[in-house]
């Protein structure tokens, strides 16, 4: 018992921080990219910043995250989900409101892509250092590709409210696109019913072939660039 308190401890130290700061630093980039664009809401609310204090759910970026994580460790299986608080943003203060909400949603996942590749370059850095240390860290900024790539891949998805949803709604015919953002209320609803109702009614998830097979195809392209395997 000692030894598997000790590995789901040694675990969550390498699987916490990656999380964490893909989760809230996303959430981040939405503040920047509506204050670049004229809306100065997340500022007001405090939520211009890099602190992942500032961004973190208790229970969405906390709770539920590690709770998932302990089950996953403990051989439960499942998916691993959590989110930070939305930036507020008021598209009424941007001057092409449909573009540039488009714009500020893909600074999430933007951001996630940077991150991924600065820990492969981190990776290669560390290397050729070896040593105790050197191995953790390698073995979490791995896990940072992999968290990276797994949150641009799920904001993508054409989703109200994810970020791929914006995207669609700026490319869509006007009132098309204003009766597909009034499903902004369904949202969460309908991605809990998308990814959690399926394995319980019928035994399969589309979690699998539209978010988590091109997760690991990113993720071990990413990872090739440094020569280590995603494992």
Known sequence: MPDTV??????????????????????????FAAHRLGDDTAKRAGRL???????????????????????????AGGILFGYAKPVPVDYRRFK?????????????????????????LLI???MPIGGAFASWA????????????????????????????????????????WHYIRLDRYG?????????????LFGWSPFIPLVFEPTLALARWFLSLSGVPLG
């Open 49 to 75: 910043t890099l602190n992942p204090l500032a961004h973190v759910d208790p229970v969405g970026t906390i709770l539920l995250p590690g709770l998932l994580m302990v089950a996953y460790f403990l051989g």
């Open 138 to 177: 390698v073995n979490m900024l791995r896990v940072s590709v992999f968290f990276n790539c797994l949150i641009a891949v799920f904001n993508m998805l054409p989703i109200p409210p994810l970020d791929g949803s914006r995207v669609l709604a700026a490319l869509l015919p006007p009132r098309w696109a």
């Open 96 to 120: 092409n409101p449909r573009d540039d909400m488009a714009w500020v949603a893909l600074a999430g996942p933007a951001v996630n892509i940077a991150l991924a590749l600065l820990s492969v």
């Open 6 to 31: 000790a590995q789901i401890v040694t675990q969550l130290t390498i699987w916490a921080l990656p999380a964490l700061l893909a989760i809230t630093l996303h959430e981040a980039a939405h503040g």
């Open 124 to 126: 290669i850095v560390l």
């Open 188 to 200: 969460l609803l309908i991605v809990l019913g998308l990814f959690f109702l399926p394995p319980l």
